[in-house]
């Protein structure tokens, strides 16, 4: 054999990928992706990192672009419960990364597929802790520069306490509320804030919630897709927030649990004297009914037909 057969036979083979070369995207058929199209968690963890570093945005750049001169008692008041609220998601990220990990060892031997969408979930959660990461840090110092009531180191450690293991299916599905929750009230925040540069920062941290909505819808669906957990789960904690008088009332319930495990920002808000609250419960109700029939192909359209349909589930 010549030196260059030798070359020729001992060179790599170059590898296309399965992962796709177009722009930036969610893996929105996790489960498909895995066992159909044979995408490896190197080809996923690449679709992550390009998302990620198309999305990337400045801190301090979007500070610099904030008129703090010109913020009303309502724009300050916004900030404050915004800052106060982003401290709670860190426990939330760090949680889901070590529960991640506990599935992934729970189901490697008996389903390897659903063990690495657990691995990309996991994998993802360093994504999502340092975009929450942006979001507590603007709003913060943003309070802090506005001179507004400090954060004390008290309730600074308070607000990190970790919720308690869930079902990782009921643990998805609430985090994707909570981020439609999130994203739905920097929304409405935008309509009644007049800088510019503060409207710009609820705003950006409104489309990073959305992104990180779907992808919890997007691991849920698979798990679901992977037929180990059943749809009647994803039910059970959309009830829990529809419901009358359910979570997603936050703070305008007439009784708010003593959970002592944790804090859930959506039972905090202060309103001060401008009596605004970001609510937009139709919204939300909409985007949850819409959250569901992604994760389990059933298609709903209102908190009674969730109840409903969470019965039937329960008793089938």
């Known amino acids: 054999m010549s030196i260059a057969e030798t070359d020729r036979a001992s060179s790599p083979v170059i590898r296309r990928p399965a992962a796709s070369d177009g722009a930036p995207a969610i893996i929105t058929d996790l489960y498909d992706a895995l066992t159909k199209r044979g995408m490896s968690l190197v080809d996923v963890t690449w679709e992550q990192q390009r998302l990620h570093e198309s999305r990337r945005w400045s801190v301090v750049e979007m500070l610099a672009a904030v008129d703090l001169d010109s913020l009303t008692p309502l724009d300050r008041n916004l900030v404050w419960n915004a ?55 603007v709003f913060n110092r943003l309070a802090d520069l506005s001179g507004m009531e400090p954060i004390s180191d008290e309730t600074f450690i308070q607000f990190r306490q970790v919720f308690p293991d869930d079902d990782m299916l009921r643990t998805l599905v609430l985090l994707a509320i909570s981020e439609i929750t999130a994203a739905v009230n920097y929304g409405q925040c935008q309509h009644v804030i007049e800088d510019p540069g503060l409207r710009r920062i609820f705003k950006q941290v409104a489309a990073d919630e959305i992104q990180h909505r779907n992808y919890f819808v997007s691991f849920a669906k698979a ?34 649990e003593q959970r002592g495990s944790h804090v859930n920002w959506w039972d905090q808000l202060e309103v001060g004297d401008n009596d605004f609250r970001p609510e937009a419960l139709e919204k939300k109700e909409q985007l949850i009914c819409g959250a569901l029939k992604k994760i389990t192909g059933i298609e709903v359209h209102s908190r009674e037909e969730v109840e409903d349909t969470w019965m039937d589930l329960v008793g089938s």
């Open 83 to 137: 800052g106060r609220a982003e401290l709670t998601t860190k426990p939330g990220a760090d949680r889901l990364e070590r529960q991640s990990e506990a599935e992934v060892r729970r189901w490697q031997d008996k389903n390897p597929t659903v063990a690495s969408v657990m691995e990309a979930c996991g994998t993802w959660s360093r994504y999502w802790n340092e975009e929450e990461a942006h979001h507590e840090t």
């Open 223 to 256: 798990l679901v897709d992977s037929g180990e957990y059943p749809a009647k789960d994803a039910f059970a904690v959309a009830h829990l927030f529809l419901r009358e008088d359910g979570e997603l009332q936050g703070s305008a319930r007439t009784q708010l």
